[in-house]
């Protein structure tokens, strides 16, 4: 084990002690569909239960349960209480004999394995995909692999066009050297590792404003508890396969493959005219992690001519602003109603 591999040994120990303290999440009872290496496919709806049908992609970086971290607070929870049927794919450590998953694997056959199971309980029809930060990259994309198989995207802080002046990780990126370079001494890329260049890349955004939101929730009980759970859930470290850290650093961050027009992932060309899905994206419009430049070019470009966009300007007590549209109060209050209506006018229209 490296050293960061040791690091986020270490603190993943230190999320278990918090654990201990009443801060671990309390996440909505699943049932396992699937398992698919690298990804476990989770139901939280009997089969053939009403409403929209929806797959969650979470981010392949940190664990999936930010979407369902406390009841009062869960994404899932909310899908539920509408009528949806929900089912998340739970991405897993690739572990030795998964570092030759890349794109092709997350933004492909993981999720073509994950709607052929769900189509076996539901049927064949589309489904809806929701998708947080790199998780909504890799929406995306399936839907440009894919689009006979989506019927609407649902896009949170998830970039899309790569390399914007404005944004955080073009910077670093420029000064640093090729991902081969870092990964031929890596058997996995830690998460802990990942955390370095993400504080380096925006340490406002992942150090000063954690600080500030701190301050700004001790005088509110809820939020501060808030903030300590999303705390311990930044220590749950998961790695990234080599493969896949190649291929998002040189195909989507150097290339900007995606909105290029250059990227192939098995034999198919992704490209954004080829989402024939209607769009809901929510965007920080202050966030340098994904600006509104990373968003609105893929907007313009979107093969459906659908492409909506909702603004959501933070919370108090989220600890990261990023995951603040999942476990924030205000994000609870006024944007999931509006893309619970979204979902219900294009469910109608599908």
Not at 4 to 19: C, T, V
Not at 288 to 314: I, M, N, T, W
Request: proline share 7%; hydrophobic share 45%; net charge neutral.
């Amino acid at each position: 084990m490296n050293a960061y591999g040791q690091i986020d040994h270490m603190r993943r120990l230190q999320g278990h002690w918090l654990d201990v303290l009443g801060l671990g999440p309390r996440q909505t009872p699943a049932r396992i569909v699937l398992s698919t290496p690298p990804a476990t496919l989770k139901a939280y709806a009997p089969a053939g239960g009403g409403g929209p049908t929806l797959l969650i992609l979470p981010a392949p970086i940190k664990r999936a349960y930010i979407w369902d971290l406390v009841p009062r607070l869960s994404v899932v929870q909310r899908l539920l209480e509408h009528g949806a049927s929900v089912y998340l794919l739970q991405w897993e450590n690739p572990g030795v004999d998964g570092q030759d998953f890349g794109l092709a694997d997350y933004a492909g056959r993981c999720i073509l394995d994950c709607l052929e199971a769900i189509a076996a309980e539901r049927g064949p029809a589309p489904v809806f995909l929701a998708g947080h930060s790199l998780g909504g990259t890799l929406a995306a994309i399936f839907a440009a692999l894919h689009p006979e198989r989506v019927r609407g995207l649902v896009l949170l802080e998830a970039p899309l066009r790569f390399g914007a002046e404005s944004d955080a990780f073009t910077p670093l990126l420029a000064r640093a050297p090729r991902a081969q370079q870092l990964t031929e001494y890596l058997y996995e890329v830690p998460g802990s590792l990942l955390d370095v260049a993400a504080v380096c890349a925006s340490p406002n955004s992942f150090v000063w404003s954690r600080w500030t939101d701190w301050l700004h929730s001790l005088n509110d009980r809820a939020a501060l508890q808030t903030h300590a759970q999303v705390i311990r859930w930044m220590l749950d470290e998961l790695a990234l396969s080599q493969r896949l850290f190649e291929d998002v650093v040189e195909l989507l961050y150097r290339e900007n493959g995606f909105m290029g027009a250059t990227l192939s992932l098995g034999g198919r060309l992704a490209t954004p005219e080829r989402v024939r899905a209607p769009v809901l994206s929510v965007v920080d419009p202050r966030s340098r992690l994904v600006p509104l430049e990373a968003v609105l070019p893929f907007h313009a470009a979107v093969g459906s001519g659908d492409a909506q966009l909702l603004r959501y300007e933070g919370d108090v007590g989220v600890a990261l602003q990023h995951v603040g549209v999942l476990v924030g109060r205000r994000a609870h209050r006024e944007v999931w109603p509006r893309i619970l209506r979204w979902l219900d006018a294009h469910g109608e229209a599908g």
